[in-house]
């Protein structure tokens, strides 16, 4: 099924009446949805939008999100979901980098742009046009529904999802309709979700996790998707139970609110028969305690990443006789229809128990990085992905990760890219050099920490800079720390070396 509306068009005809989403209290049937996207497909269509055009998705986790994309996709158009706590210099770079024609989101993400809206954007909750707004409902109103869903194959591309290609700002990552089959349509499998599932989402929707295991695990299977507009323990606990919620994706520090919460229970939980964690280094002590917690619950945690389309490899957390978890910390084995390897700086395969770079190869691995051919030569090397990520595989095949070959610091499973926190610090008159690495944390796994050099005879204080990473960037992306140094550590050529600057873990 090239199209990816195709799922949601078949549910809709063999199960019409069946809850495909609940978000805040109202229930919506795949035929309420089918016609909601045949709808809007219909008003995007006559503001222009047609197959191949590129198109950021700009909301909150909310029903319309589901509907646009869908939309998007019945008319063959390449969707980009944008981090809804970008501000406007970073939702400029993802309109520069993926080529946005539109960019579909809420009035008030609207306005946060001001006057200098990098495209022409389109907003789902206007009654009529506004100063540089199209009004979706205005033009739902005036326009026909569209009838059927575009031809698409599946070398058509279908999503271009922002990323970090090295050491550098995001790149759109190219997915065609043929990656996501390949791997969005095989998780629900590989998950256990079935058709008699319910999923709990208080993910964000713009990345991978939300995308593949919350909107399209429903679609694919025809499930029941209990979604909620952020992320609240309370509240998931008492979602858990209210519509008996079987299956839960989280990140580490999700799981981690939830368990610390007094609410949580072996009672309040017991609806759960699966919970997938990943997205960042998941810590032993809390994946004992939800074990504990929760002792019926199957615990996945994989590896993915968004070069792969997502999901790369999985295991199921279990304790052994000693009550410790077995093989602790790896990442699980490759799933079906991939190849798995440790390579060496040449591209060689390396033995069992050798570090080197993790690769992939196989339907999943995407095309490149959008208009950055040198970044994709580094990525593909010939059959396969360079992850960037340092591991090695047992006698098993279970994959364990070392190290990081980039630079990429993942904060409660967001993604930060280095480049864009020190090239604001670069605008701080008086700085001459910065680097910007991870530190460990107990509760996000790891938060950006800056070191921060100035021009002999300047004056530039911390607080200034903190304020003026906070005016510019994601709240996520602002460093948790930042420090003045007379100068950084530099290796021969001049570059500065941010490996000197990491911190020690405590059992490292």
């Known amino acids: 099924m090239a199209n990816r509306a195709g799922h949601l068009f078949d549910w809709a005809h063999k199960t019409p009446d069946a809850v495909s989403l609940v978000f805040d209290g109202t229930e919506t049937t795949f035929a309420a949805l089918a016609d909601d996207v045949r709808a809007c497909a219909g008003a995007l269509a006559s503001l222009s939008i047609a197959k191949d055009a590129h ?199 999700m799981l981690q609110k939830i368990i610390d919460h007094p609410a949580a229970s072996r009672e309040a939980l017991h609806h759960l028969r699966t919970i997938m964690t990943g997205g960042a280094p998941v810590p032993s002590t809390m994946l004992l305690r939800l074990l504990d917690l929760a002792p019926d619950v199957e615990v996945l945690t994989g590896y993915g990443l968004t070069e792969g389309t997502a999901l790369v490899t999985l295991t199921d957390v279990k304790l052994g006789p000693d009550g410790r978890i077995v093989r602790d910390r790896t990442i699980g084995r490759v799933l079906d229809g991939m190849t798995l390897a440790i390579l060496d700086d040449a591209s060689e395969p390396l033995a069992a128990g050798e570090n080197g770079e993790i690769a992939i190869s196989g339907p999943n691995v995407m095309q490149g990085y959008y208009r950055a051919p040198d970044d994709t030569a580094a990525a593909l090397d010939g059959r396969w992905l360079r992850t960037g990520d340092i591991g090695y595989l047992d006698a098993d095949g279970y994959a364990f990760i070392v190290d990081r070959k980039k630079d990429i610091i993942i904060r409660g499973g967001q993604n930060i890219y280095p480049a864009d926190i020190e090239e604001v610090l670069y605008e701080v008159p008086g700085v001459c ?37 906070k005016a510019s960037l994601a709240g996520y992306k602002c460093p948790a720390r930042i420090e003045i140094r007379d100068e950084l550590p530099k290796g021969p050529t001049g570059k500065i070396l941010r490996r000197a600057l990491r911190p020690v873990p405590a059992d490292g």
């Open 433 to 469: 050099e910065v680097a910007v690495v991870a530190q460990p944390d107990e509760m996000l796994g790891e938060v950006p920490i800056a070191f921060v050099a100035l021009r002999p005879g300047v004056t530039a204080t911390i607080e200034a800079m903190l304020a003026h990473c």
């Open 55 to 253: 198109v950021g998705i700009w909301l909150p986790a909310c029903p319309a999100f589901i509907t646009v994309q869908q939309a998007l996709f019945m008319l063959g158009a390449t969707v980009t979901p944008i981090n809804v706590l970008y501000r406007p210099g970073e939702v400029a770079h993802a309109v520069s980098c993926c080529d946005l024609g539109w960019i579909v989101t809420t009035a008030a993400l609207g306005a946060s742009l001001g006057d200098a809206a990098p495209c022409p954007l389109i907003a789902i909750d206007l009654a009529a046009d506004g100063e540089g707004l199209h009004a979706l409902p205005a033009a739902i109103a005036s326009a026909p529904p569209c009838p059927q869903p575009a031809v698409v194959t599946d070398d058509d591309l279908a999503m271009l999802l922002l990323t970090s290609a090295t050491t550098g700002k995001a790149k759109g990552v190219m997915l065609t309709a043929g990656n996501l089959a390949a791997n969005y349509d095989r998780t629900p499998g590989w998950l256990g979700l079935g058709h008699d599932s319910v999923i709990l989402c208080a993910l964000p929707l713009y990345n991978t996790f939300g995308l593949n295991q919350c909107i399209n695990a429903m679609l694919v299977t025809g499930c029941t998707l209990v979604l909620l507009d952020r992320f609240d323990a309370e509240r998931c606990i008492e979602t858990i139970g209210t519509h008996k919620c079987t299956f839960m994706p989280a990140v580490p520090t």
